[in-house]
């Protein structure tokens, strides 16, 4: 089974600044198959991108994903107040895991 | 509008059983992979079963292999879990969550259901 490290655990920043959310793979796999959800306390998870790179329906631009391999991040451009969320990564092919979670936080 | 709805949930004491519903609406249900993922007071996310479109190809984590068992019914626009020797372990709230059909990704999540079990 494939595991999934994200860091940081937590991440302090303020809005306008700009965040980047490692996850990493115990084994290669293909970035075809690598997702971003963002959680918000009481909701459910929200399809960010997909296929590593990939943003999903009506995600603004300033979510951007890329890797490969076994190393992949999330980059989030100008914090906006309402990207403070928790945000996971998932491997979808052959197994499904996924990583457990950064926190997003204002400073 | 894309919807769905889990029900199902509640407290249930260790070794008992719990069957869990997803009502879809909004899409063509039948030709999507469906999935359960739960997550944990305070925790990640864990996949827990998928079910392929009819129903042919059914997978389930190790953790819960044997004890829940995924279906779905197709004219219902329904999914279900059946959830027999419930441990502590599996209290969470279970999503139910579809797959999109040119990727695997889950593009659309109920809002859960909670299920509790006690010793």
């Known amino acids: 089974e494939i595991v999934l490290t994200q860091s940081p655990g937590t991440l302090s920043l303020s809005p306008g600044e700009g965040a980047t959310l490692s996850c990493r793979a115990s084994?290669?796999?293909?970035?075809?198959?690598l997702a971003w959800y963002q959680q918000k306390p009481g909701q459910a998870p929200r399809l960010l991108i997909y296929?590593?790179?990939t943003r999903a329906t009506g995600i603004p631009d300033r979510f951007s994903g890329s890797g490969s391999g076994t190393d992949f991040t999330l980059t989030i451009s100008r914090l906006e107040p309402e990207d403070f969320a928790v945000y996971h990564c998932?491997?979808?092919?052959?197994?499904?895991?996924f990583g457990q979670g950064t926190r997003l936080e204002i400073k | 509008e894309v919807q769905l709805v889990e029900s199902g949930g509640g407290l249930v004491k260790s070794g008992g059983s719990l069957r869990l519903s997803c009502a879809a609406s909004?899409?063509?249900?039948?030709?999507?992979?469906m999935n359960w993922v739960r997550q944990a007071p305070g925790k990640g996310l864990e996949w827990v079963s998928s079910?392929?479109?009819?129903?042919?190809?059914?997978h389930y984590a190790d953790s819960v292999r044997g004890r829940f068992t995924i279906s779905r019914d197709n004219s219902k626009t329904s999914l279900y879990l059946q959830m027999n020797n419930l441990r502590a372990e599996d209290t969470a709230v279970y999503y139910c969550?579809?797959?999109?059909?040119?990727?695997?990704?889950?593009?659309?999540w109920g809002q859960g259901t909670m299920v509790t079990i006690s010793s």
């Open positions: 079910i392929s479109s009819g129903s042919r190809y059914i």
């Open positions: 998932q491997h979808y092919i052959s197994s499904i895991t």
């Open positions: 296929g590593a790179t």
């Open positions: 969550a579809r797959e999109m059909i040119t990727d695997a990704a889950f593009d659309v």
């Open positions: 084994q290669s796999v293909s970035s075809s198959y």
């Open positions: 909004g899409f063509s249900f039948s030709i999507y992979s």
